[in-house]
T-cell receptor, first 111, second 114 residues
């Protein structure tokens, strides 16, 4: 079993839709949770960074962490064609720098 | 925000030659840098972790004599692909951390070995 599981998609939604992206994990020691966006042939760009359980909102993006269920989510409201990219979840243990990644979900927002 | 610069963004080389990729943290001191490899439509595969001033730690299956990593300063790490072969063609990405903030990534280097 992989430490981090993420549905690779692809996921296609119409412009303006609410997008829900999810990851599950098995290691209860993970404390820091991140979502990265990666455009084709570019490096991952940090979108959201959260510690432990709870919600965090930044503009159209909301990250949720449920440590009891070992489940994290990223919601994108009012999705735009420019949101079309691969979204990677990542997480790490406190005191460690190395990240454990999901496989990434490829999202396409159709105008 | 934290910026990581990676150079070159694209390189084409002949089989048997060596290629050096640079990764710089521009506005923070990176105590740790990571090197990843990414195949098309796949996630990032960690190759090695380097701490400033010490030898890199390689992941299982990564040839340390082929992928030479140097982290001589708190702002610069280099990855040298030695005696490159076509199967080394890939997208290489570095990331950097000062252990207080989340990882930030460079924009990657697309290596093509002909």
């Amino acid at each position: 079993q992989k430490e981090v599981e993420q549905d690779p998609g692809p996921l296609s939604v119409p412009e303006g839709a609410i997008v829900s992206l999810n990851c599950t994990y098995s290691n209860s020691a993970f404390q820091y949770f991140m979502w990265y966006r990666q455009y084709s042939r570019k490096g991952p760009e940090l979108l959201m960074y959260t510690y432990s359980s709870g919600n965090k909102e930044d503009g159209r993006f909301t990250a949720q962490v449920d440590k009891s269920s070992k489940y994290i989510s990223l919601f994108i409201r009012d999705s735009q064609p420019s949101d079309s990219a691969t979204y990677l979840c990542a997480m790490r243990i406190a005191g460690a720098n190395n990240l454990f990644f999901g496989t990434g979900t490829r999202l396409t927002v159709i105008p | 925000g934290a910026v990581v610069s990676q150079h070159p963004s694209r390189v084409i080389c002949k089989s048997g030659t060596s290629v050096k990729i640079e990764c710089r943290s521009l506005d923070f001191q990176a105590t740790t840098m990571f090197w990843y490899r990414q195949f098309p439509k796949q996630s990032l595969m960690l190759m090695a972790t380097s701490n400033e001033g010490s030898k890199a730690t390689y992941e299982q299956g990564v040839e340390k004599d082929k992928f030479l990593i140097n982290h001589a300063s708190l702002t610069l790490s280099t990855l040298t692909v030695t005696s490159a072969h076509p199967e080394d063609s890939s997208f290489y990405i570095c990331s950097a951390s000062d252990s207080l903030s989340p990882l930030h990534f460079g924009n990657g280097t697309r290596l093509t070995v002909t």
